[in-house]
């Protein structure tokens, strides 16, 4: 009996082996910086340390992805595009609820593809947990994303800062979220007017508004009555706007592609919807049998057609 108790201390102490308390740092010869010059606006106190954990209760291609929170310090990681540099430059915004963010599947994963098309990405690590988000509760507090809001107009600025620096066309600076990071996307898409925060530095007298934008399988955009979540204003200046979602994807639901592409057509905004009959949600760039995982070709070509990328 004895024996069966230390085998069972043993089993649980590897399953509770993948959280780990540490700052998540991206792999060696990348520009990795903070943010914000000192703390960030808007602070608010973190349930506990920065931690990892590698989540296996979902996999997503038959692996699994890293989950990281508690992010109080954000950062931005800037990889460099292989091979010729188109002067395009793209801020990740992985997902994760605004309570994780996906860093693997969701972020580094993405700057693969990215920079092996030529484009510069730069992944920012945004603060989470913020605020529950519930649409049911029909009271769609702005309060819930301005944290991560902040960090993804002060990160747009940031490229533009450095633009020389980076390689960067400043004219050519996107923006692609998934999940509640493509909530964020629309955000920075249209309270690009509004600056959440007193400016810091120079990097601050900067524009943040994305001169593209890429919404995959988007969350918190519509209401439970089918209208666009009134903190999201589209005018004739929102970037322009890739869209993408499976009808499956009962997380979320292809509502809130739906909604937000109906604004944009009907402010004359430049934007282009696929949908998908299978594909669910949170499947990010990796490959399966499902159509939709080609769905990186086609966001390659709507760059090109608006001009972002080279024909």
Not at 194 to 221: E, K, N, T
Not at 296 to 305: D, I, K, Q, Y
Request: overall charge neutral.
């Amino acid at each position: 009996m004895k024996t069966w108790f230390v085998f069972f201390g043993l089993l649980l102490a590897c399953a509770c082996a993948h959280a780990t308390e540490t700052v998540w740092q991206p792999s060696a010869g990348h520009v990795h910086m903070p943010l914000w010059p000192g703390t960030p606006p808007d602070m608010q106190a973190m349930p506990g340390p920065e931690t990892e954990t590698l989540r296996a209760e979902h996999l997503i291609a038959g692996r699994p992805w890293l989950a990281v929170t508690n992010v109080s310090q954000p950062t931005l990681t800037v990889y460099s595009p292989k091979g010729t540099n188109t002067g395009t430059a793209v801020v990740v915004f992985p997902g994760g609820g605004f309570q994780v963010l996906a860093i693997d599947l969701e972020g580094t994963e993405v700057c693969d593809w990215l920079t092996s098309r030529g484009i510069t990405c730069v992944l920012l690590k945004y603060r989470v947990p913020s605020l529950p988000y519930d649409v049911h509760c029909k009271c769609y507090s702005f309060a819930v994303s301005v944290p991560a809001l902040e960090d993804a107009q002060r990160a747009l600025r940031l490229v533009r800062f450095h633009a020389a620096e980076w390689h960067v066309d400043p004219h050519k600076v996107g923006v692609i979220g998934f999940s509640a990071g493509g909530y964020l996307v629309a955000e920075a898409s249209t309270r690009f007017k509004r600056r959440l925060y007193r400016p810091v530095d120079a990097a601050d007298r900067q524009s943040d508004r994305p001169d593209f934008a890429m919404a995959i399988y988007p969350g918190h955009l519509a209401t439970d009555d089918g209208t666009l979540n009134p903190n999201v204003s589209v005018t004739r200046e929102t970037s322009p706007t890739f869209l993408l979602q499976a009808e499956d994807d009962y997380t979320d639901g292809v509502n809130q592609s739906l909604v937000y592409y109906t604004a944009l057509a009907k402010a004359r905004v430049p934007a282009e919807m696929h949908l998908y009959a299978h594909g669910g949600h949170a499947f990010g760039l990796r490959r399966t049998a499902q159509p939709i995982t080609g769905w990186p070709g086609l966001a390659e070509a709507w760059m090109r057609t608006i001009g972002m990328l080279p024909h």
